[in-house]
């Protein structure tokens, strides 16, 4: 069974303070990595794609993949309240498809 | 804008009454995925068509069936909702092949209520 794996949280971090999410998957042969950001009722939104071990910047975000350890993570600097929301993580799993995590419950308080 | 469209927003049916949700796009991507999500869980994946190739998930009931009759257009079909049922359902697209990572673009959804 392919999995990714997430804190729930909530994490809570207050406003301008980097968060720090996490994901943990489980198929070695998954080669791309995305992190969606999900407003309550509203849809997944892409934020950030990832495909090579390292660091990959856009803005305030910053997705980090290590293949060796199959960690995904993603950094968001200057957190603002309008950042609170739930952000799931996704891998590749083969067949046009992709895993979802459950999600990591994201407050910024001021 | 290139988008990817849901009608309708907010839907209400009955207990067994059958229920249709629809979803178009302008992306002009070949694959297109239906998911399911209720409160605090993933996304889960119905099925999905790459071009007319339909691909149905293993634990996907026969109760939800799908059509996709051209490129833009996609459609849900739910044929006796049970309770079980109410969820958020996201249409997602995505282009595969050349360089393309299976990057998934999502409708706003549909939102159901079994009655």
């Known amino acids: 069974q392919k999995e990714v794996e997430q804190n729930s949280g909530p994490l809570s971090v207050p406003e301008g303070a980097i968060a720090s999410l996490n994901c943990t998957y489980s198929?070695?042969?998954?080669?791309?990595f995305f992190w969606y950001r999900q407003y309550s009722g509203k849809s997944p939104e892409l934020i950030m794609s990832?495909?090579?071990?390292g660091d990959k910047e856009d803005g305030r975000f910053t997705a980090q993949l290590n293949k060796a350890s199959q960690y995904v993570s993603l950094l968001i600097r200057d957190s603002q309240p309008s950042d609170s929301a739930t952000y799931l993580c996704?891998?590749?799993?083969?067949?046009?498809?992709?895993?979802f995590g459950a999600g990591t419950r994201l407050a910024v308080h001021p | 804008d290139a988008m990817v469209i849901q009608n309708p927003r907010y839907q209400v049916t009955q207990f067994g009454k059958p229920v249709t949700l629809s979803c178009s796009q302008t992306?002009?991507?070949?694959?297109m995925y239906w998911y399911q999500q209720k409160s605090s869980q993933a996304p889960k994946l119905l099925f999905h068509?790459?071009?007319?190739?339909?691909?149905n998930e293993a634990d996907t009931p026969d109760n939800f069936q799908s059509r996709r009759p051209n490129t833009s257009f996609c459609f849900l079909d739910i044929r006796s909702p049970g309770l079980g049922d109410a969820a958020m359902y996201l249409c997602?697209?995505?282009?595969?092949?050349?360089?393309?990572?299976?990057?998934?673009?999502f409708g706003p959804g549909t939102r159901l209520t079994v009655l």
């Open positions: 997602a697209t995505s282009s595969i092949g050349g360089d393309s990572y299976n990057e998934q673009f």
């Open positions: 198929d070695r042969g998954s080669q791309s």
């Open positions: 990832i495909y090579s071990n």
């Open positions: 996704a891998a590749s799993g083969g067949y046009n498809k992709l895993i």
């Open positions: 992306l002009n991507h070949n694959v």
């Open positions: 068509y790459y071009d007319k190739d339909f691909n």
